[in-house]
């Protein structure tokens, strides 16, 4: 099986995959996955896709993100790794797309407006 790549955005993030068959070592920027998201809900988000699919120790997952927070890397990696399971096989799709995990989730912050201290917050208003 040769190397497949995809990519997943969330937010800022965005993350290249890159995934191959092996024994299901998985790194991001060059740490273990464990390392780099150390809390056990980002774990499960980089996890599950694969526990969906019944494909746990089969694939090595190789990951470069930038931009965003934790959770954001962390959502980014997941739809990046959902698609790159959907591209091995078709079968994989109808599981993965029950819990949402094909969908590009599109909110971003709302840009900051002028005359305002926040994109929506105003100042005090005083009308005397």
Known sequence: ????????????????????AGSGTMTVNGKDYKVYFPTGSMQFNLEDPFKLVEAEKTYDVKVNVKGGGFKGQAEAIRLGISRALVKISEDNKPPLKAKKYLTRDARVVERKKYGKPKARKSFQFSKR
């Not at 190397?3 to 969330?10: L, M, S």
Request: aromatic share 4%; charged share 25%; no cysteine.
């Open 1 to 20: 099986m040769e190397v497949i790549n995809t990519v997943g955005r969330r937010k800022a993030s965005v993350a290249r995959v890159y995934l191959s």
